[in-house]
């Protein structure tokens, strides 16, 4: 009798053990949650200062451009915060323009990539202070369109196919009249500058003749040229230059480069 006493006594405790480890579980859920949306509010304050901060860097450079659109990357986010380190910060800027000479092609997207990314909580919080990235890394794209009109030869067709960079237009020719020629491109990078250059250009058809074949090197020669950049922010400069099918994709890079500078 007294065993089965023992027994049905134990079995509330039982019970109520369960219950507190329920509430525990509970209580670490909830507390989890609340650190999970502290992290993304920080995320939010901290993205909407960085954008604040480089919309001043961008308009120091003098260079338009709509945004920026800042996301920070790496989880949890509140623990780098308090080492002042940031993974991974993406600035995208839209409608990209500046002046080169008078001229310049606008971007109309660049994609900004910057790696391991120093401020502290104090410099996001006030806007004094730096704000540096180890590496950054740009990528955009130039239509077709604008290129061909700095180009500014009626009928002018560019694509990218095959990775390469092709050309057709028609052109008057002496002796043989007018011929729709067509060829590729060599591509370069110099002083940020893309560079264009046409060397043979052919036609179906088209007469082994010295005088035909001058003015085909000739007319090669007006089609070549150098496409003015705008000004890219955060000192990237353009390293590479590759055909697709949707325009002339450029790659820009730099070390150790102020997202904004002590100065404010």
């Known amino acids: 009798m007294a065993d089965s006493y023992q027994e049905y006594e134990g079995r509330p405790r039982r019970r109520g053990g369960r219950r507190v480890l329920i509430g525990f579980v509970v209580l670490i859920l909830v507390l989890g949650g609340l650190l999970v949306v502290a992290d993304r ?9 960085i954008a604040d901060q480089v919309r001043q860097e961008v308009a120091k450079q003098q260079v338009q451009a709509s945004g920026p659109d800042v996301k920070v990357g790496g989880f949890p986010f509140l623990t780098q915060v308090v080492n002042g380190r940031y993974e991974a910060i ?12 008078g001229k310049a092609v606008s971007l109309p997207k660049l994609d900004i990539d910057a790696r391991n990314v ?3 909580m104090d410099t996001l919080r006030t806007g004094q202070g730096e704000v540096v990235a180890e590496s950054v890394k740009g990528t955009g ?12 030869r009626k009928g002018i067709k560019l694509a990218g196919q ?12 002496p002796v043989v009249g007018e011929m729709t020629v067509h060829g590729t491109a060599n591509l370069a990078v110099q002083k940020g500058q893309v560079v264009i250059k046409f060397e043979r250009l052919t036609a179906d058809g088209l007469p082994n003749i ?7 090197s000739t007319y090669a020669k007006q089609l070549s040229i150098n496409v003015p950049l705008p000004p890219l922010p955060f ?10 099918p949707e325009g002339l994709a450029v790659t820009a890079a730099a070390q150790n480069v102020p997202l904004r500078s002590s100065a404010g």
């Open 41 to 49: 509010l920080a995320v939010g304050f901290a993205e909407r200062a």
């Open 141 to 152: 794209t130039i239509t077709y369109d604008s290129v061909t009109k700095l180009i500014d």
């Open 90 to 101: 993406s600035i995208v800027l839209t409608d990209l323009s500046g002046n080169v000479e």
């Open 235 to 244: 000192g990237l400069k353009v390293q590479e230059v590759r055909p697709l």
């Open 162 to 173: 095959d990775g390469k960079l092709t050309v057709t237009g028609p052109v008057q020719l």
């Open 118 to 120: 120093k401020a502290s």
């Open 210 to 216: 010295p005088l035909v074949q001058g003015a085909i």
